[in-house]
C-alpha cells in the first residue's frame, strides 16, 4: 500500500503482519486506536509499526471521521522503549509516525490519561487534539536519561506552548498536570470523565460536529523572542546540571526552534539527539534507571510477603533518631520514641517539631496533618514497656556495641513475638548484635542515612539468620518512607561507609604525597560531586575520623600506612563546620568555607617528620587514584557479597554518597574507563604502597575473562562471582 502525500510517500510493506499491539475499532464515526505494550504502552518496534499501519488505515477509511489516540492500562504511553536503545533502530522511525499522524487529512485527538512522556506527549504533540483525564500528566523527561526529546518533541512544545513553557519542562524533564498543562494550550480540554476513551469520543464527536479547524503544531508560527532569554536559561541550566550535557542540550534545541524552519529544526535535533544517545551519560543514566528499579528484585523475597507496618518505635531521638522519627511520620506512621531521659526527651521532640515545621513551611505537609503527627501519631516515654505494640523497633542511640547490645535485651523482652528488631549501627556487627536475643531471626540492620528525614538511601543490612520476610519488612518501610532501599551484608561499614573509608583513605594518602585537601574536593567537584570529601568530613564532624582513628592506631599492621593530619587540627578544637574550622574556615555560620591556612603548615610539618618527598600529582593522577580505589573497595564488597551486584554499589554511591547520577555509579564509571586500565593503575601504586593497594579477586578475574561490571549485573559469568562469594 502506498499513499502520495506532497512530496513524501509513506510505505506500509505488504508483507507487514501486525502485531496487534494497536488495535483499531470503529466507535460509529469515529476510530479508537488503543496502544497496547504493558506495562506503560512504550513505542517499540512493533508498536511503531501498527500505530502507522493504522493510520494509514484510517486514513484510507472513509466511514471514519476522526480518529482518537488512547493507551491501554494505567498510562497513555511512557516514551520511546528505552530497552531498544541498545540496538539499531530500525524503521519506521518514530519522528516519521508522528509526522504522519500529523499529517492525516482528518482530526486525530490523543486522549491522556495516567502519563503522556517522551515519546508519548510526542505523539500527542503529532494529534491535531489533546484531552487530558483527571490526575493526569504530560512531560518530557528524556534528560533525566541523558537524552533530549528526539522525536520533534524540542520544536512542536515551543511552538505550541511557547519558549517559556518548554524551557521550564524540557531542561527539567519535570511532568505537570492537566490544569498546568491546559493553561499551557498543550491540552484543549480536561474531561471530567476518569475513562480516556469516553473523554476522546466526546471530544471527538464535538470536533467532527463544530467542524473545529485541525491544529498542525508543526505549522505553529513561533512568537518572537529574544535570544538572550536562551543565553540565561543555558547559564541557570548548566549551573544546575553540574556536568550533565543534555538539560544545556535541551535549551539548545528549543534555542533552534526559534531560529529555523520546523524542517529543518528537526534535523537538528535528531543531530543533537543522536549524538547525546552515543554518549557515556546516556548510558550511565539509562544504568541508573534500570538499576533503581532492580534494587529491590531480590530472590530471597521473591512473593514473600512483608510484615504489618503501622506502629514503630524509635530508641534514641538524637540526631539519627529525630531524623528517622520525622521520615516515619510524615508518611503515615505511628510512632514511639524512646529515650534516657526527660530532657533528652524534650530535645528530640523539639528537633521533631523543627523537622515537621519545615515541611509544612515547604509545603510537603499541612497544617492539619503536623496538629495530627503531634496529637496522635507520636508517643514519647522513657520506658520500653511503650513498645510492646511496635511493629518494628529502629535503635539509634549511641555506637558502642556494649550499649547497643543492652538496648535489644531489652526490646527482646519487651516486644511482641514477629516485631522487627532493627539496628542503624553504622558499622558494629549486626549478626553479634543479633546474637544477644532469643529472635535473632527477627533482627536486621536498617542503615539510614544523615539527615535521616531527607537523605534518600536506606542500607537494608541482612544478617545471618535474618529472615526473608524482615527483608522484605526492610523494603516495605523504605517504600513507606520513600527511600532507595538497598540489600547489603554485613561487614565494617556495610557497602558505603566501607567504600567510603577506602577512597577516603587514598585522599589522605594524595594529600600527605603533596597535594592539599583542596586540591582533591576541586578534582572532585569538577567530576561532579556535590562536596569533596574533605568538605564533607568537615560537615559530619572531624572528631568522628579522630575517635576512628585512635581506636584503630594500635591495630595497625606493620606496613599499613597512617594519616594523622587531620588530627593535627582536632587537637585545637576544630572539629569542621560546628565549631566554625576545620579544613575550611567557616565565617559566621556560613556553610561553604574558605580553606584553612592552617591546614597547608601542617602538612608541610607532617611532611618533614615523615621524610616525604613531595609528589606533584595533576589533577588526572589525583582523579585515576580516589576512582581506584573506589572501584578497587566496590569490587571487593561485590566479590564478597557484601553487595548483591555491582549496580546495588552504584546506587548506594549515588543516593548516599553524592556520586553524580549522570556517571552511572562507581561501577558504571569503571566500565566505561575500562577495567584493565584500571586495574593496571592499581598494580603501579602497588609499587609503592602494596599494604593499600592489593587489586579485588573479581577485578582481576573480569579483566582476564573480558568481562565488565554490567555483565554481572545482567547476570552473565554470576556463577563465577557468587563463587568467589561463597569462597569468601
Ligand atoms: N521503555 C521501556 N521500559 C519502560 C519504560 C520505557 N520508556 N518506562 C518504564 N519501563 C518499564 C520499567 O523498566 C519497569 O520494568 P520492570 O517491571 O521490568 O522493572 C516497568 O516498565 C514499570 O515501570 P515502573 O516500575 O517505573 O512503573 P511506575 O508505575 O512506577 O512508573 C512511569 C511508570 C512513570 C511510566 C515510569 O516507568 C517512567 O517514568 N518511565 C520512563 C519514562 C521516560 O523516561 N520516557 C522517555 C523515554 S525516552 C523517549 O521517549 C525519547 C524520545 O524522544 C523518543
Ligand atoms: P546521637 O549521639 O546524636 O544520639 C544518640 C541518642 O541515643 C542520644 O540522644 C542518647 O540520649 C540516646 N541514647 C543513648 N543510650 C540510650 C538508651 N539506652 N536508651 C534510649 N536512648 C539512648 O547519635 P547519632 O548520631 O544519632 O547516632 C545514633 C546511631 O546512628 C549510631 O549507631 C550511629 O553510628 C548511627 N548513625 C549515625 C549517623 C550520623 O551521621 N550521625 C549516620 C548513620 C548512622
Not at 483527571?134 to 536519561?145: F, I, M, R, S, T
Not at 491544529?215 to 553540574?242: G, I, N, T, W, Y
Request: charged residues 25%; aromatic residues 6%; proline residues 4%.
Amino acid at each position: 500500500m502506498g499513499i502520495e502525500r506532497g512530496d513524501r510517500e509513506f510505505c506500509v510493506s505488504s508483507s507487514f503482519k501486525s502485531s496487534g499491539q494497536v488495535s483499531y475499532e470503529l466507535h460509529d464515526d469515529v476510530a479508537v486506536m488503543t496502544v497496547n505494550n504493558a506495562p506503560v504502552n512504550a513505542l517499540s518496534l512493533a508498536i511503531r509499526q501498527d500505530l502507522q499501519a493504522n493510520i494509514e488505515r484510517f486514513d484510507s477509511d472513509a466511514s471514519a471521521k476522526a480518529a482518537v489516540i488512547v493507551g491501554a492500562g494505567k498510562v497513555f504511553i511512557a516514551g520511546a522503549d528505552i530497552r531498544e536503545f541498545k540496538l539499531p533502530a530500525i524503521e519506521p522511525h518514530l519522528p516519521d509516525v508522528i509526522d504522519r499522524i500529523e499529517e492525516c487529512t482528518k482530526p486525530v485527538i490523543a486522549a491522556i490519561h495516567g502519563v503522556a512522556l517522551g515519546g508519548g506527549l510526542e505523539v500527542a504533540l503529532g494529534c491535531h487534539f489533546r484531552v487530558g483525564v483527571k490526575g493526569a500528566k504530560v512531560g518530557l523527561p528524556e534528560v533525566h536519561l541523558g537524552i533530549i526529546p528526539g522525536a520533534g518533541g524540542t520544536q512542536r512544545l515551543p511552538r505550541l506552548a511557547g519558549y517559556e513553557k518548554a524551557l521550564e519542562m524540557i531542561p527539567s524533564g519535570a511532568p505537570i498536570g492537566t490544569s498546568d498543562a491546559k493553561a499551557a494550550g498543550i491540552l484543549d480540554h480536561v474531561s471530567e470523565e476518569s475513562d480516556a476513551v469516553a473523554a476522546g469520543l466526546a471530544f471527538a464527536r464535538s470536533v467532527i460536529d463544530e467542524g473545529t479547524p485541525m491544529r498542525r503544531c508543526s505549522q505553529l508560527v513561533p512568537a518572537a523572542v529574544d535570544a538572550k532569554m536562551f543565553e540565561a536559561a543555558k547559564l541557570a541550566v548548566a549551573k544546575r546540571a553540574r556536568g550533565q550535557m543534555s538539560p544545556v542540550v535541551g535549551v539548545e534545541a528549543v534555542e533552534v526552534a526559534s531560529q529555523t524552519s520546523f524542517a529543518e529544526g528537526m534535523e537538528k535535533e535528531r543531530e543533537m539527539f543522536m549524538a547525546l544517545k552515543n554518549s557515556a551519560q546516556h548510558r550511565a543514566l539509562s544504568h541508573a534507571f534500570f538499576s533503581d528499579r532492580a534494587l529491590g528484585k531480590l530472590p530471597e523475597i521473591e512473593g514473600v510477603a512483608p510484615r504489618q507496618l503501622k506502629a514503630i518505635g524509635v530508641i534514641g531521638g538524637g540526631t539519627m533518631g529525630a531524623g528517622i522519627a520525622t521520615s516515619a511520620l510524615m508518611n503515615g506512621l505511628s510512632v514511639t520514641l524512646i529515650e534516657r531521659d526527660e530532657e533528652a526527651l524534650g530535645r528530640a521532640k523539639a528537633t521533631i517539631a523543627a523537622n515537621i515545621g519545615g515541611a509544612v513551611k515547604k509545603g510537603k505537609l499541612s497544617a492539619d496533618q503536623e496538629v495530627r503527627i503531634f496529637e496522635e501519631a507520636l508517643k514519647l516515654s522513657t520506658d520500653y514497656g511503650s513498645l510492646s505494640n511496635a511493629d518494628l523497633v529502629i535503635e539509634a542511640v549511641f555506637e558502642d556495641i556494649e550499649v547497643k547490645k543492652q538496648v535489644f535485651k531489652q526490646l527482646d523482652a519487651v516486644c511482641k513475638a514477629g516485631a522487627v528488631l532493627a539496628t542503624n549501627t553504622s558499622y558494629l556487627d549486626v549478626d553479634a548484635i543479633a546474637a544477644v536475643t532469643e529472635r535473632p531471626e527477627d533482627v536486621i540492620g536498617l542503615h539510614f542515612f544523615s539527615p535521616a528525614h531527607i537523605m534518600k538511601l536506606l542500607e537494608v543490612v541482612v544478617a545471618e539468620k535474618t529472615a526473608p520476610d524482615v527483608i522484605a519488612t526492610g523494603f516495605q518501610l523504605g517504600k513507606i518512607m520513600r527511600k532507595v532501599a538497598v540489600r547489603a551484608g554485613v561487614c565494617d561499614g556495610f557497602i558505603g561507609n566501607r567504600i567510603l573509608a577506602s577512597y577516603r583513605t587514598a585522599a589522605d594518602a594524595i594529600v600527605m604525597d603533596g597535594s592539599t585537601p583542596f586540591d582533591v574536593d576541586e578534582v572532585m567537584l569538577e567530576f561532579g560531586f556535590a562536596m569533596g570529601p574533605y568538605a564533607v568530613a568537615d560537615l559530619a564532624g572531624l572528631d568522628i575520623g579522630w575517635a576512628t582513628r585512635k581506636r584503630k592506631a594500635p591495630t595497625l599492621a606493620p606496613n599499613e600506612r597512617f594519616f594523622t593530619f587531620p588530627d593535627r587540627l582536632c587537637e585545637q578544637g576544630w572539629f569542621g563546620q560546628k565549631t566554625g574550622k576545620g579544613f575550611y574556615i567557616y565565617e559566621n555560620g556560613a556553610r561553604k568555607g574558605v580553606p584553612n591556612p592552617t591546614v597547608f603548615e601542617v602538612l608541610a610539618e607532617e611532611r618533614k617528620q615523615k621524610k616525604i618527598t613531595e609528589q606533584n600529582l595533576s589533577k588526572e593522577q589525583i582523579l585515576e587514584r580516589y576512582m581506584a580505589a573506589m572501584v578497587n573497595e566496590a569490587a571487593k564488597v561485590v566479590e564478597e557479597g557484601i553487595a548483591l551486584r555491582p549496580l546495588d554499589v552504584d546506587m548506594t554511591l549515588i543516593y548516599g554518597y553524592g556520586f553524580p547520577r549522570w556517571r552511572g555509579g562507581p561501577m558504571q564509571y569503571a566500565d566505561e574507563v575500562g577495567l584493565e586500565k584500571i586495574l593496571n593503575n592499581i598494580r603501579e601504586y602497588a609499587r609503592e604502597d602494596d599494604y593499600f593497594w592489593q587489586p579485588a579477586k573479581l577485578l582481576e578475574e573480569l579483566v582476564e575473562s573480558g568481562r565488565t561490571f554490567a555483565d554481572l549485573n545482567a547476570g552473565k559469568g554470576s556463577q563465577s562471582a557468587t563463587k568467589t562469594r561463597e569462597n569468601a
